[in-house]
């Protein structure tokens, strides 16, 4: 957390809204986040995938992986 402190200026309040400036391959993200989400936002960008063992739906964050699994096949994949 230290580096998006010092170096893109993720700091302030946890309230504190941001622009994601990550460049993807369509483009600017955009994406407009808590600074206190902003971590976990940067970690879809970062090229980790969760795939859901059910119907193989692939995800960039656990988390999500996870809350689909529950969601659409009432389990914890």
Avoid: P
């Avoid at 580096?3 to 600017?28: I, K, P």
């Amino acid at each position: 957390m230290v580096h998006l402190g010092e170096a893109h200026d993720v700091q302030g309040s946890a309230d504190r809204r941001m622009h994601c400036y990550w460049w993807t391959n369509r483009g600017f993200c955009g994406k407009i986040c808590r600074r206190d989400g902003m971590r976990r936002h940067i970690g879809t960008h970062v090229g980790c995938s969760f795939s859901c063992t059910e119907c193989g739906k692939s995800f960039s964050r656990k988390d999500s992986m996870r809350a689909h699994a529950k969601k659409q096949h009432g389990s914890s994949n």
